[in-house]
């Protein structure tokens, strides 16, 4: 009976080892692969094997959940065959060398629950179609060089915890629908070129922690419904066209919308938060 047991659990360790993924999802590996300079990747494939032997990819179930390849060095644009991982989950690829425009195939990832192409030269507008991922909870696209406005439909993203979209060269205003992203923790549009005035919607955010909008073009007052913003610990709005200068605030307690003495002012360094 033992002997039965031991045979069992061996072909059960055996099918799982050799358990393999759908052709349609090593291919669009592949694609990424042949499309990004694979052979010149820090850490390359051996297609001949094996794809959970593949550096940064992880399986689970025969399917293909989770993609990391940050400082990599993939070089090259995100292929269009990247939406046919559908069973993806997190898809990290920054601090890389990628270009040119996000594949609006990306909106077929529905399981996806981190998008994090940041630090990375991607162009071009920010599909509308992003709006489609309702599992979303981080979305990473700073540090490249995305233009346009914020397409609505990401207000559409319930789940966001976190947003974070600075230092590219997005235009127009923040959408006053992001009161819809009641889970929001962090929210990063600074170093863009932005305008219009802050708007008071941002105060429903009652989760949000860290609000970085510094060095745009806003103009108007910084809200005070924003002092109901309990658990806000950072908050950056300098070096925009503001009615008055406000504290850039790191640490436990809320931000004070005091206004700023410039001649005592002790300059502050805006960085893209983690």
């Known amino acids: 009976m033992k002997s039965l047991k031991l045979i069992a659990i061996c072909f059960f360790v055996t099918a799982y080892s050799f358990a393999n993924v759908s052709s349609k999802d090593k291919n669009a590996l592949i694609a990424l692969y042949k499309a990004t300079n694979g052979a010149e990747w820090n850490s390359s494939w051996d297609l001949s094997t094996s794809v959970d032997k593949w550096y940064g990819v992880k399986i689970?179930?025969?399917?293909?959940?989770?993609?990391?390849?940050?400082?990599?060095?993939?070089?090259?644009?995100?292929?269009?065959?990247?939406?046919?991982?559908?069973?993806?989950?997190?898809?990290?690829?920054?601090?890389?060398?990628?270009?040119?425009?996000l594949p609006?195939?990306?909106?077929?990832?529905?399981?996806?629950?981190?998008?994090?192409?940041?630090?990375?030269?991607?162009?071009?507008?920010?599909?509308?179609?992003?709006?489609?991922?309702?599992?979303?909870?981080?979305?990473?696209?700073?540090?490249?060089?995305?233009?346009?406005?914020?397409?609505?439909?990401?207000?559409?993203?319930?789940?966001l915890k976190e947003l974070l979209l600075g230092s590219n060269f997005l235009t127009g205003q923040i959408p006053t629908e992001i009161y819809a992203l009641s889970k929001l923790q962090k929210l990063s549009l600074m170093d863009n070129k932005m305008d219009g005035e802050i708007p008071a919607e941002i105060a429903q955010l009652r989760n949000l922690e860290e609000l970085l909008l510094s060095t745009n073009k806003f103009s108007g007052d910084l809200?005070?419904?924003?002092?109901?913003?309990?658990?806000?610990?950072?908050m950056m709005v300098s070096d925009n066209n503001l009615n008055q200068e406000y504290i850039s605030v790191s640490g436990k307690n809320p931000p004070s919308l005091m206004q700023l003495d410039i001649e005592n002012a002790t300059a502050t360094m805006d960085i893209e938060k983690e």
């Open 60 to 101: 689970e179930n025969d399917k293909i959940i989770e993609i990391n390849l940050q400082f990599n060095n993939l070089n090259g644009e995100l292929p269009k065959e990247i939406g046919n991982l559908s069973s993806l989950k997190v898809l990290n690829l920054g601090f890389n060398k990628l270009k040119g425009s």
């Open 104 to 159: 609006t195939s990306l909106k077929n990832l529905k399981e996806l629950k981190s998008l994090e192409l940041f630090m990375n030269g991607f162009e071009g507008e920010i599909p509308a179609e992003l709006g489609e991922l309702k599992n979303l909870e981080i979305l990473k696209l700073y540090s490249n060089k995305l233009s346009g406005e914020i397409p609505t439909s990401l207000m559409g993203l319930t789940n």
């Open 223 to 234: 809200p005070k419904e924003f002092m109901n913003l309990t658990k806000l610990n950072t």
